[in-house]
C-alpha cells in the first residue's frame, strides 16, 4: 500500500514537472531560441515598460465557457495625466475600427489619458470608465472635459462579444493595476480572446534601445494581435511553410500598436514613428485588409504639456529631424518582435460556441527558422 502510494506520488510529481517544463518551454520568447529581429539592442526587459515611467496595467476575462476578453492599459508615466499631457500622434494604417479619441489627439497632439485597449463593443464602456478615473483624480475636480483614449480588436470569434462583458470597474482595475516590470504576453488583457495569422494571438511587446552616441533614446512597443496575412518571421515565409496562408479568406482583422519612447519628439515626428511602426506590421505579413481596423499610438515621455500655464509659450527642446532615423528603426523593429512575441506566448483556446483556436505550433516554426539559418 505505502509502496503503491509512493510510487502514485512519484508519477502524480513527475506528471507535474513534465507539464511545469512543457507550460514553461511554450512560454520561451523567440530571442530565447535565438531569433533575431533586425539589428538594434533591446532594452533590459525587451518591453515597452523599458520606457521610464511607463506602466501597464492588465485585466483578464476567461469565465465560463463564453467569455474570453479583457483590458489592457499603458500608462506614460506617474503623474496626473490630464495636468500633465503627453505629446501624442495616431497614424491610422486602416480605418475599420473605432478608436476613440482620435481627433482631439489629431488636432491638439497631446494625450490626456491613459491608453485603454479592449474589444470592439465595449469601448464605450472603456471610454466612460476612463472619464469616471480622471475626473476622481486630485486636481480634476473643475475639468469639464475629457478625451479618453480607447483602442481595440473584435474577439467575437471566440468571446461573446455581444454580452459586453468587460465592465468600467474591470478598466479602472487594469489602470489602477498598472506597474512597471515584465509584461506579461499572449492570452492576456485586451488579448485574451484575439486571433492572428489563423493561430492564437495575444498582447506582445519588445523595446528598442539606442546607443549613447545616437542619444540612448529607448523605443517601446506593445501590440493587441488579430488580424491576417502570409506569417513571416525574421524574413522567413513560415506561413507558406506551414501551409497556412490564404488569399481571400481568413484575412480580416485588427492590430493595435502602440509606441512609447523617452525621446523628446513633438506630435508631427510622433506621427512619423508611428508609420514606421506599421512598417513592422508588414515585415510580419499582415497586409491591412479591407476589415482590418490598424492603428499606431505614439507618445514621448520626455517632457509633459501643462494643462493649464500662465506662460504663453511652451519651451521645449525637440529632437532635430535629422536625428529622428535611429528612432525609426527602433520602432520598425519592435513592433515586428512585439507581433512575433505575441504569437510565440499565446495558448490554444477554445471559447465562444466552442470555436477552438490552436497556438502557433512553436517547435515546428523555430525548426523552419533552423534550417533557413535564423535560429540557433
Same mark, same amino acid.
Given at each position: 500500500?505505502?509502496?503503491?502510494?509512493?510510487?502514485?506520488?512519484?508519477?502524480?510529481?513527475?506528471?507535474?514537472?513534465? @507539464?511545469?517544463?512543457?507550460?514553461?518551454?511554450?512560454?520561451?520568447?523567440?530571442?530565447?531560441?535565438?531569433?533575431?529581429?533586425?539589428? /538594434?539592442?533591446?532594452?533590459?526587459?525587451?518591453?515597452?515598460?523599458?520606457?521610464?515611467?511607463?506602466?501597464?496595467?492588465?485585466?483578464?476575462?476567461?469565465?465560463?465557457?463564453?467569455?474570453? &476578453?479583457?483590458? &489592457?492599459?499603458?500608462?506614460?508615466? *506617474? +503623474?496626473? #495625466?490630464?495636468?500633465? !499631457?503627453?505629446?501624442?500622434?495616431?497614424?491610422?494604417?486602416?480605418?475599420?475600427?473605432?478608436?476613440?479619441?482620435? @481627433?482631439?489627439?489629431?488636432?491638439?497632439?497631446?494625450?490626456?489619458?491613459?491608453?485603454?485597449?479592449?474589444?470592439?463593443?465595449?469601448?464605450?464602456?472603456?471610454?466612460?470608465?476612463?472619464?469616471?478615473?480622471?475626473? @476622481?483624480?486630485?486636481?480634476?475636480?473643475?475639468?469639464?472635459?475629457?478625451?479618453? *483614449?480607447?483602442?481595440? &480588436?473584435?474577439?467575437?470569434?471566440?468571446?461573446?462579444?455581444?454580452?459586453?462583458?468587460?465592465?468600467?470597474?474591470?478598466?479602472?482595475?487594469?489602470?489602477?493595476?498598472?506597474?512597471? $516590470?515584465? *509584461?506579461?504576453?499572449?492570452?492576456?488583457?485586451? $488579448?485574451?480572446?484575439?486571433?492572428?495569422?489563423?493561430?492564437?494571438?495575444?498582447?506582445?511587446?519588445?523595446?528598442? !534601445?539606442? =546607443?549613447?552616441?545616437? +542619444?540612448?533614446?529607448? %523605443?517601446?512597443?506593445?501590440?493587441?494581435?488579430?488580424?491576417?496575412? &502570409?506569417?513571416?518571421?525574421?524574413?522567413? =515565409?513560415? +506561413?507558406?511553410?506551414?501551409?497556412?496562408?490564404?488569399?481571400?479568406?481568413?484575412?480580416?482583422? @485588427?492590430?493595435? /500598436?502602440? *509606441?512609447?519612447?523617452?525621446? =523628446?519628439?513633438?506630435?508631427?515626428?510622433?506621427?512619423?514613428?508611428?508609420?514606421?511602426?506599421?512598417?513592422?506590421?508588414?515585415?510580419?505579413?499582415?497586409?491591412?485588409?479591407? $476589415?482590418?481596423?490598424?492603428?499606431?499610438?505614439?507618445?514621448?515621455?520626455?517632457? #509633459?504639456?501643462?494643462?493649464?500655464?500662465?506662460?504663453?509659450?511652451?519651451? %521645449?527642446?525637440?529632437?532635430?529631424?535629422?536625428?529622428?532615423?535611429?528612432?525609426? /528603426?527602433?520602432?520598425?523593429?519592435?513592433?515586428?518582435?512585439?507581433?512575433?512575441?505575441?504569437?510565440?506566448?499565446?495558448?490554444?483556446?477554445?471559447?465562444? #460556441?466552442?470555436?477552438?483556436?490552436?497556438?502557433? =505550433?512553436?517547435?515546428?516554426?523555430?525548426?523552419?527558422?533552423?534550417?533557413?539559418?535564423?535560429?540557433?
Amino acid at each position: 500500500m505505502a509502496h503503491s502510494l509512493h510510487y502514485s506520488l512519484t508519477l502524480a510529481i513527475v506528471f507535474a514537472l513534465s @507539464s511545469y517544463t512543457s507550460m514553461a518551454q511554450a512560454s520561451k520568447r523567440p530571442r530565447e531560441y535565438g531569433i533575431r529581429f533586425g539589428v /538594434m539592442p533591446t532594452g533590459q526587459l525587451n518591453a515597452i515598460t523599458d520606457v521610464p515611467g511607463v506602466r501597464v496595467g492588465q485585466v483578464t476575462l476567461n469565465h465560463g465557457e463564453n467569455v474570453r &476578453t479583457g483590458v &489592457t492599459a499603458i500608462l506614460p508615466h *506617474v +503623474g496626473n #495625466q490630464f495636468q500633465q !499631457k503627453s505629446p501624442a500622434a495616431i497614424y491610422i494604417g486602416n480605418g475599420f475600427g473605432k478608436l476613440a479619441g482620435y @481627433s482631439q489627439v489629431e488636432e491638439l497632439g497631446t494625450l490626456e489619458t491613459p491608453i485603454v485597449l479592449t474589444n470592439t463593443l465595449n469601448v464605450p464602456t472603456a471610454a466612460d470608465a476612463i472619464i469616471d478615473y480622471t475626473l @476622481s483624480q486630485s486636481g480634476n475636480e473643475q475639468i469639464r472635459s475629457v478625451n479618453p *483614449v480607447v483602442g481595440e &480588436t473584435n474577439d467575437g470569434f471566440l468571446n461573446d462579444i455581444r454580452g459586453r462583458h468587460v465592465t468600467k470597474q474591470n478598466v479602472i482595475d487594469a489602470i489602477q493595476q498598472a506597474k512597471t $516590470g515584465p *509584461v506579461e504576453e499572449g492570452n492576456v488583457g485586451a $488579448g485574451t480572446g484575439t486571433i492572428c495569422f489563423g493561430f492564437k494571438g495575444g498582447i506582445g511587446t519588445s523595446s528598442r !534601445k539606442l =546607443p549613447a552616441s545616437l +542619444g540612448g533614446y529607448t %523605443v517601446g512597443v506593445l501590440v493587441q494581435t488579430n488580424f491576417g496575412g &502570409t506569417l513571416q518571421i525574421a524574413g522567413v =515565409p513560415v +506561413g507558406v511553410a506551414l501551409g497556412r496562408y490564404e488569399f481571400k479568406d481568413n484575412l480580416d482583422g @485588427s492590430c493595435m /500598436m502602440v *509606441v512609447l519612447t523617452d525621446a =523628446p519628439l513633438d506630435a508631427r515626428n510622433l506621427k512619423r514613428l508611428a508609420k514606421r511602426a506599421f512598417l513592422g506590421l508588414g515585415h510580419t505579413g499582415g497586409i491591412a485588409s479591407n $476589415g482590418s481596423g490598424d492603428y499606431v499610438i505614439a507618445v514621448s515621455t520626455a517632457y #509633459q504639456i501643462p494643462h493649464a500655464s500662465k506662460n504663453a509659450f511652451d519651451e %521645449v527642446k525637440l529632437l532635430r529631424n535629422d536625428n529622428v532615423s535611429p528612432l525609426f /528603426m527602433a520602432a520598425i523593429e519592435a513592433t515586428e518582435e512585439a507581433i512575433i512575441n505575441s504569437l510565440f506566448a499565446a495558448k490554444t483556446l477554445t471559447g465562444h #460556441q466552442g470555436h477552438r483556436i490552436e497556438r502557433l =505550433p512553436v517547435e515546428k516554426v523555430v525548426e523552419i527558422l533552423k534550417n533557413a539559418g535564423q535560429a540557433r
